[in-house]
Nanobody
Framework: VQLQASGGGLVQPGGSLRLSCAVS????????VGWFRQVPGKEREGVSW????????YYADFVKGRFTISRDNTKNTLYLQMSSLKPEDTAVYYC???????????????????????WGKGTLVTVSS
């Protein structure tokens, strides 16, 4: 399974971007998918995930209310709509996939710590005036 993120770029503070993640070599069916980000020299941060079975979602506190994750299994594509962007959102954003899971049992950061099976090259988001 290969994942390719796209849609990054330079945006002013307060602006919006929509990231996409195309999945090939497999399907999104029965897979949880999500986004994490990383700034060079810093630890990876889990941003958001969405399950397949019940379409449950999780957002890290630092993006809650500003980012929206969605998926389209018919297109094998994952999205991240980002709005009210801040300079501290600047990072390389990666999409990831893993086996679907019961979010009532394994919530929060579990997917980023233990659930990711595949991820690909990221896309750079720069928030600056």
């Amino acid at each position: 399974v290969q994942l390719q993120a796209s849609g990054g770029g330079l945006v002013q503070p307060g602006g919006s971007l929509r990231l996409s993640c195309a999945v090939s070599g497999g399907t999104l069916d029965y897979r949880a998918v999500g986004w994490f980000r990383q700034v060079p020299g810093k630890e990876r941060e889990g941003v958001s995930w969405i399950t397949d079975s019940d379409v449950s979602t999780y957002y890290a506190d630092f993006v809650k209310g500003r980012f929206t994750i969605s998926r389209d299994n018919t297109k094998n594509t994952l999205y991240l709509q980002m709005s009210s962007l801040k300079p501290e959102d600047t990072a390389v954003y990666y999409c990831a996939a893993g086996p679907d899971f019961d979010s009532t049992v394994l919530g929060g950061d579990w997917f980023f710590q233990h659930g990711m099976e595949y991820w690909g090259k990221g896309t750079l988001v720069t928030v600056s005036s």
